[in-house]
């Protein structure tokens, strides 16, 4: 299987050039260039063709890439050719954020339910996404068969809420509780907003280093 | 300088490093191993010291690394060991778990205040960050003396906000808008929260990759 040579730093931009091909395609654009397709992600020419050459031939001398050919073939390593069904646990502001984020559907992710543990919130609807009580996760995760947890509890919650998840067929998880987390069975990503600062003050500090 | 020669995927995993030693430190662990460090925050050993191995010598045969050393180094390297003054534009729901998250002090980032356009939320106090005005952004940004700007306002209005940062002295942005950004001299970071799905989605569709 060809994808298992895409090189990780490649497979971290394989999002930018299927936003960019998906924005290209809508505008009508039939062939791009690697020169247009580096200005438009904020890469240089040299590295995209490098990057693009991993999927196989979709370049034509002279024409350039077809767009809609490489967003389809992207779209389908990067999985967003389905639709995945989505539940966010924890609705404090940024479950809230989450549930509510206008550029999921269009991506491919439906976000199905909420999960909280206040008895208040449980019965809102936000968008279409329906909040439950916690004590009901493993039921309604069934139920809906949702593909990926994200979670946005507190740090301390994070262990009692994986330990719930273990007993479903949950998939992936997105973890923003602020906390690093690794799974055997259940697929992690997580994201840390102090990191993403962290890693802008970087380049802040050290700004000869590219 | 030596941190011109530390690869970019070692970047990317330095602030892992950082809160790994930080828990460390303050365990009151004094010497760590490789494969300690490496279970902590699930990487393979031999990239944890192949990583270390950029920031000179603090293994000590035997012992490990020291733990309060690294943690200094790397900190000096993320430039988190001054504290970092921020402002959040927009305080919709993201806006305001931004404000408020619990992380960012401990990290060296400090929230001074909020933007927003809406008059209502203007004078809000939100965890010690005062909600101003959009009009005022420019004069609060230089009385206050902040340094990088977390902008969470919808995407369509991302380029005005810009337009009025590139007036001021700003260094870094932190960009959720969800529309990916690049600028000559600020110096831009784009998280968006569907790619970190994609990255999900990809793992989760090609899970013989790692």
Redesign the interface.
């Known amino acids: 299987?060809p994808?298992?040579r895409?090189p990780?730093?490649t497979?971290?931009r394989?999002?930018?050039y299927?936003?960019c091909f998906s924005e290209l395609a809508s505008s009508g654009t039939e062939y791009a260039s690697s020169d247009q397709i580096a200005r438009s992600?904020?890469l240089n020419p040299a590295q995209v063709r490098k990057d693009l050459a991993y999927f196989g031939k979709f370049g034509r001398r002279g024409f350039g890439y077809h767009v809609e050919q490489l967003k389809e073939h992207i779209s389908k390593?990067?999985?967003?050719h389905k639709q995945?069904r989505?539940a966010v646990v924890g609705t404090?502001?940024?479950g809230?954020?989450?549930l509510?984020?206008p550029?999921?559907q269009a991506?491919?992710?439906k976000i199905i339910a909420g999960f909280d543990v206040d008895p208040a919130k449980v019965g809102w609807e936000l968008d279409g996404a329906r909040i439950y009580h916690m004590d009901e996760i493993e039921k309604v995760i069934k139920k809906e068969k949702i593909?990926?947890v994200v979670i946005t509890t507190p740090k301390d919650s994070l262990d009692a809420v994986m330990a719930r998840l273990k007993e479903t067929d949950i998939?992936?998880?997105?973890n923003f509780a602020?906390k690093?987390l690794?799974d055997e069975k259940i697929?992690v990503?997580n994201?840390?907003?102090?990191?993403?600062?962290?890693?802008?003050?970087?380049?802040?500090?050290?700004?000869?280093?590219e």
């Open positions: 299987m994808n298992n895409i990780l730093p497979v971290n394989l999002s930018l299927l936003k992600i904020g390593i990067l999985g967003t995945w989505l404090g502001n940024l809230r954020a989450l509510m984020y550029g999921f991506r491919g992710f593909d990926i998939k992936g998880v997105l602020g690093h690794k697929i990503r994201v840390d907003v102090a990191l993403e600062l962290e890693q802008l003050t970087f380049f802040l500090t050290n700004k000869n280093i």
